[in-house]
């Protein structure tokens, strides 16, 4: 066998990424317990602190919280001062790590990876042999994570730019209007909406009955179980007509007959009705995606929003990074004859369609 010529510098640099995926990997357990014991709360406006410090303001043992903050130091989340041995979270990350109303807001999402290692046996044979796995197969901690990882953008968005850029529908939400929030998982955008526009009712359908008995629950909290109807429905047979917006959150890639959905929407608006279409943020072209936030996008594309779609009829598989030119075509396939991109962030992609 002849040698093959190595690169030693990409090999360097490739190890280099190798091991960086491989402390961010080990660190999500690190994460999910920094979230849960609060310890990023409890190092939050603080200032420097020891690590008996964040121990005794978290009700932790000191041992494990020393090891946990040098962890987070090596992975740059916190702060450390070798000449004081103290420990810091920023201003800026606690935007990120502390705070749950903070639109920046990201541990949500490792309940949701943590999911994954529980469904591993799972996926592993859909791979095998091409069948699908349904979004309520899963472990329950997808369905709070994917709440909670998108919670925060919809606090930050929603309102404030995605329905402002919508043609004509803030008004009509501020008189009053019926919206329907098709595939609303646990409620958070329901809810998000309903505050807003207190003049409004909204209806809140998902095929996963302990999704909607969770949002149920979550509507009663925040004071706004008047003007919400929550029920078990799937986006091709939602009960309803003279919706003047109909919205679907992160979804309409999972689900398994996209362009039926989109045919149903169109019957259950009233005649100047709007849909607001929010995806995933994505370019069309493969090569576009390759990136940070295709990264992620790709990673729960295969593991969660292919694997729901080929459990379904018709089985279209979109997948998470289908871009708005695929989008739109399944939109129109539907029957509504206009689609545009109302606006975006990185994270996501808002479509408005109209009849």
């Known amino acids: 066998m002849s040698a093959t010529a190595i690169d030693e510098r990409k090999l360097e640099a490739f190890m280099g990424q190798a091991v960086?995926?491989?402390?961010?990997?080990?660190?999500?357990?690190?994460?999910?317990?920094?979230?849960?014991?609060?310890?990023?709360?409890?190092?939050a406006h603080a200032g420097p602190l020891t690590s008996q410090e964040v121990a005794d303001r978290a009700g932790a043992a000191e041992r494990y919280?020393?090891?946990?903050?040098?962890?987070?130091?090596?992975?740059?989340?916190?702060?450390?001062?070798?000449?004081?041995?103290?420990?810091?979270?920023?201003?800026?990350?606690?935007?990120?790590?502390?705070?749950?109303?903070?639109?920046f807001y990201i541990l949500g999402v490792y309940d949701l990876i943590a999911s994954l290692y529980a469904d591993e046996e799972r996926i592993l044979e859909a791979f095998r042999s091409g069948a699908g796995m349904g979004w309520h197969e899963h472990d329950h901690r997808l369905f709070r994570?994917?709440?909670?990882?998108?919670?925060?953008?919809?606090?930050?968005?929603?309102?404030?730019?995605?329905?402002?850029?919508?043609?004509?529908?803030?008004e009509k939400l501020e008189l009053g209007a019926r919206v329907a929030d098709v595939g609303c998982g646990h409620g958070a955008s329901t809810i998000v909406m309903a505050k807003a526009f207190p003049n409004s009712q909204f209806f809140g359908f998902d095929y996963h009955a302990a999704s909607i008995e969770r949002a149920r629950q979550a509507a009663k909290e925040a004071g706004v179980a008047d003007r919400i109807t929550f029920a078990v429905a799937s986006a091709k047979d939602y009960p309803g007509e003279g919706y003047d917006l109909v919205c679907v959150f992160d979804c309409l890639h999972d689900?398994?007959?996209?362009?039926?959905?989109?045919?149903?929407?169109?019957?259950?608006?009233?005649?100047?009705?709007?849909?607001?279409?929010?995806?995933?943020?994505?370019?069309?072209?493969?090569?576009?995606?390759?990136n940070p936030v295709g990264r992620v996008f790709y990673g729960a594309s295969t593991v969660i929003c292919?694997?729901?779609?080929?459990?379904?009829?018709?089985?279209?598989?979109?997948?998470?990074?289908?871009?708005?030119?695929?989008?739109?075509?399944?939109?129109?396939?539907?029957?509504?004859?206009?689609?545009?991109?109302?606006?975006?962030?990185?994270?996501?992609?808002?479509?408005?369609?109209?009849?």
């Open 306 to 355: 292919t694997p729901a779609s080929l459990d379904q009829e018709v089985g279209l598989a979109l997948g998470a990074q289908a871009g708005e030119a695929r989008l739109a075509d399944v939109i129109n396939e539907g029957g509504f004859r206009r689609v545009r991109r109302a606006t975006e962030t990185p994270f996501n992609l808002v479509l408005e369609a109209r009849p």
């Open 65 to 103: 919280v020393r090891e946990w903050l040098r962890n987070q130091a090596a992975g740059g989340y916190v702060e450390y001062d070798p000449e004081t041995d103290r420990y810091t979270l920023s201003e800026e990350h606690a935007l990120a790590l502390a705070d749950e109303d903070s639109p």
């Open 20 to 43: 960086t995926d491989m402390g961010a990997v080990i660190s999500a357990p690190l994460f999910v317990i920094g979230d849960k014991l609060g310890l990023y709360k409890a190092m």
């Open 255 to 290: 689900m398994g007959d996209p362009v039926g959905a989109s045919a149903h929407v169109l019957k259950t608006l009233s005649e100047n009705g709007t849909w607001m279409i929010v995806e995933p943020f994505a370019n069309d072209r493969v090569e576009d995606n390759l």
């Open 145 to 170: 994570g994917t709440e909670r990882f998108f919670r925060p953008g919809y606090r930050g968005h929603l309102v404030n730019e995605w329905i402002p850029a919508l043609d004509g529908v803030q």
